[in-house]
């Protein structure tokens, strides 16, 4: 029996003769963009994201995706179902069917639209260039990425560290802009990690994303590959093979998590993608090779169906940067520089592409790469500081002229039904809430580091090596929450809450 059969049959007797479906999710904010997390398996993820964005889902697929296939809809949903074309894993099938359930539980219905329609609405980009759909009116995301590491960055707030700076540019239709969303993945499979999608209500799968790990992989559109793809080639959907490399724990089981996981995972599909795409890559700079922190890959349809590059290749882009847009550089050496590149590149050469700084690095993106009002987000991450600010475009103005969202990643990936003293002993730090003076003790395990974190991202103090018992003077520290990280030397985090009081 075809496996999309199959699975559906098991997950419709599941959800009509069990008890009916928690929701395993909490609303962090219910307004564009909306920002939810969800927790347990995949179903029930998607059940929740289908429960609590329900109504923005609808607004999207009927606004956006149901015009795109217009004619062709039917026929693409028979291609995904029978499986040859695009290769759908069955953990995504069934959080797309926990996504359909959970809009039904939520008041969403509308006949004929399941589980495919929400497949079709995360893998239109693969669909619109099998040569069956070309006479499809689609249109992908632009963007542009700048990362900066080591020397590039090295004497300035975050010396040394990694950092990207993203631009989203893409369709200012309405249900675009008024129904994005960041949604918060805690998985309950011991093979999978926490991570986080931005992007639009209805995505199951990564355009721009991040994990606990701090690997971030960022999706353009490559436009001058000319190629397209074939049916029957069992070609894997590039936000499907993107969320496999953030969300497995070590999806190469090398030990680390870095590029070399993106790398991997877009191995894996032998017979290259349906389109041209670009992968921007991100890790922590704490590898000792440039190329496991930062790497672009550059995919198509013909050989060479994929190509990777690093600091190693002649961009003429200097120092520890790398930059992408829309062309292929390395593929073909095709050094296809546009208008945008040469902007970035001429701005870094300014400072011989060293001193970037978090507010250099923006403004050299918005003012050098961003495709003016159809700028729909432009984000920046600093893996190492767990930090991550997202402007969104607000319908009048775009996401480059307004101001940028901060989000606490070690906060946002704490678990939400487990209190702080299961996750680290009260006894670590104490009192809880304090004020001018906070005791440190640990004697439980060897530590790397430990890391004060306030809600505005800002690291306040760091205890590195071993120390078993440290006291913080914290009265100068602003009142408010802080999140406790405690790197342990076998690498693993744990993290906790601790409240400042005025």
Same mark, same amino acid.
């Given at each position: 029996?075809?496996?999309?059969?199959?699975?559906?049959?098991?997950?419709?007797?599941?959800?009509?003769? *069990?008890?009916?479906?928690?929701?395993?999710?909490?609303?962090?904010?219910?307004?564009?963009?909306?920002?939810?997390?969800?927790?347990?398996?995949?179903?029930?993820?998607?059940?929740?994201?289908?429960?609590?964005?329900?109504?923005?889902?609808?607004?999207?697929?009927?606004?956006?995706?149901?015009?795109?296939?217009?004619?062709?809809?039917?026929?693409?949903?028979? @291609?995904?179902?029978?499986?040859?074309?695009?290769?759908?894993?069955?953990? @995504?099938?069934?959080? $797309?069917?926990?996504?359909?359930?959970?809009?039904?539980?939520?008041?969403?219905?509308?006949?004929?639209?399941?589980?495919?329609?929400? #497949?079709?609405?995360?893998?239109?980009?693969?669909?619109?260039?099998?040569?069956?759909?070309?006479? @499809?009116?689609?249109?992908?995301?632009? !963007?542009?990425?700048?990362?900066?590491?080591?020397?590039?960055?090295?004497?300035?707030?975050? =010396?040394?560290?990694?950092?990207?700076?993203?631009?989203? =540019?893409?369709?200012?239709?309405?249900?675009?802009?008024?129904?994005? $969303?960041?949604?918060?993945?805690?998985?309950?499979?011991?093979?999978?990690?926490?991570?986080?999608?931005?992007?639009?209500?209805?995505?199951?799968?990564?355009?721009?994303? %991040?994990?606990?790990?701090?690997?971030?992989?960022?999706?353009? /559109?490559?436009?001058?590959?000319?190629?397209?793809?074939?049916? *029957?080639?069992?070609?894997?959907?590039?936000?499907?093979?993107?969320?496999?490399?953030?969300?497995?724990?070590?999806?190469?089981?090398?030990?680390?998590?870095?590029?070399?996981? @993106?790398?991997?995972?877009?191995?894996?599909?032998?017979?290259?993608?349906?389109?041209?795409?670009?992968?921007?890559?991100?890790?922590?700079?704490?590898?000792?090779?440039?190329? #496991?922190?930062?790497?672009?890959?550059?995919?198509? +349809? $013909?050989?060479?169906?994929?190509?990777?590059?690093?600091?190693?290749?002649? =961009?003429?882009? +200097?120092?520890?940067?790398?930059?992408? $847009?829309?062309?292929?550089?390395?593929?073909?050496?095709?050094?296809? &520089?546009?208008?945008?590149?040469?902007?970035?590149?001429?701005?870094?050469?300014?400072?011989?592409?060293?001193?970037?700084?978090?507010?250099?690095?923006?403004?050299?993106?918005?003012?050098?790469?961003?495709?003016? &009002?159809?700028?729909?987000?432009?984000?920046?991450?600093?893996?190492?500081?767990?930090?991550?600010?997202?402007?969104?475009?607000?319908?009048?103005?775009?996401?480059?002229?307004?101001?940028?969202?901060?989000?606490?990643?070690?906060?946002?990936?704490?678990?939400?039904? %487990?209190?702080?003293?299961?996750?680290?002993?009260?006894?670590?730090?104490?009192?809880?809430?304090?004020?001018?003076?906070?005791?440190?003790?640990?004697?439980?395990?060897?530590?790397?580091?430990?890391?004060?974190?306030? /809600?505005?991202?800002?690291? !306040?103090?760091?205890?590195?090596?071993?120390?078993?018992?440290?006291?913080?003077?914290?009265? !100068?520290?602003?009142?408010?929450?802080?999140?406790?990280?405690?790197?342990?030397?076998?690498?693993?985090?744990?993290?906790?809450?601790?409240?400042?009081?005025?």
């Amino acid at each position: 029996m075809n496996k999309f059969i199959l699975l559906l049959l098991l997950i419709t007797l599941f959800t009509f003769t *069990g008890k009916s479906q928690p929701v395993n999710g909490e609303v962090l904010q219910n307004s564009n963009p909306y920002v939810i997390k969800v927790w347990g398996n995949h179903y029930e993820r998607g059940y929740a994201t289908g429960y609590l964005l329900a109504q923005p889902i609808y607004d999207i697929y009927t606004g956006y995706i149901l015009p795109l296939f217009g004619s062709n809809l039917a026929l693409a949903k028979t @291609m995904l179902q029978e499986g040859s074309t695009l290769q759908i894993e069955a953990n @995504m099938i069934s959080e $797309a069917q926990g996504v359909i359930d959970g809009m039904t539980a939520a008041g969403i219905t509308a006949t004929g639209f399941d589980y495919l329609d929400l #497949l079709l609405g995360n893998t239109f980009l693969d669909v619109q260039n099998i040569n069956t759909f070309l006479n @499809m009116p689609g249109s992908s995301p632009g !963007c542009s990425s700048l990362i900066s590491w080591g020397d590039a960055t090295s004497g300035t707030s975050i =010396d040394g560290k990694s950092m990207i700076t993203r631009n989203l =540019d893409w369709s200012t239709n309405a249900p675009i802009i008024n129904n994005q $969303a960041i949604v918060i993945h805690l998985p309950s499979e011991s093979d999978e990690q926490p991570w986080l999608m931005i992007g639009f209500a209805g995505q199951i799968g990564v355009l721009s994303g %991040v994990n606990q790990s701090g690997l971030g992989l960022f999706q353009h /559109s490559m436009s001058d590959s000319y190629s397209t793809g074939s049916l *029957g080639l069992h070609y894997q959907p590039i936000w499907f093979c993107l969320r496999n490399a953030l969300e497995k724990a070590d999806y190469n089981g090398d030990g680390f998590c870095n590029t070399l996981d @993106m790398r991997s995972s877009v191995l894996s599909s032998i017979n290259g993608y349906a389109d041209g795409f670009i992968i921007s890559a991100i890790a922590k700079n704490t590898f000792g090779n440039d190329s #496991l922190t930062a790497m672009i890959a550059e995919l198509a +349809p $013909a050989q060479p169906t994929m190509i990777f590059r690093d600091n190693t290749f002649p =961009d003429s882009i +200097p120092g520890d940067n790398l930059y992408a $847009a829309n062309y292929e550089i390395k593929r073909l050496n095709h050094m296809h &520089f546009c208008s945008r590149y040469d902007a970035v590149k001429n701005a870094l050469n300014s400072t011989s592409g060293n001193g970037i700084d978090k507010a250099d690095s923006w403004e050299i993106m918005a003012d050098s790469s961003s495709a003016g &009002f159809n700028n729909v987000q432009m984000m920046q991450y600093i893996p190492e500081d767990d930090a991550l600010w997202v402007s969104f475009h607000s319908g009048d103005s775009p996401a480059s002229e307004n101001t940028p969202v901060f989000y606490n990643l070690a906060e946002l990936f704490m678990p939400t039904n %487990v209190s702080s003293s299961s996750i680290i002993p009260s006894s670590f730090f104490y009192p809880n809430p304090g004020n001018a003076t906070l005791h440190f003790n640990c004697t439980d395990f060897e530590l790397q580091k430990v890391r004060f974190i306030s /809600s505005d991202g800002i690291c !306040c103090f760091t205890i590195e090596g071993s120390s078993i018992y440290k006291e913080i003077n914290t009265e !100068c520290w602003n009142s408010g929450l802080y999140i406790v990280e405690i790197t342990k030397k076998d690498g693993s985090t744990l993290i906790s809450k601790w409240i400042k009081l005025p």
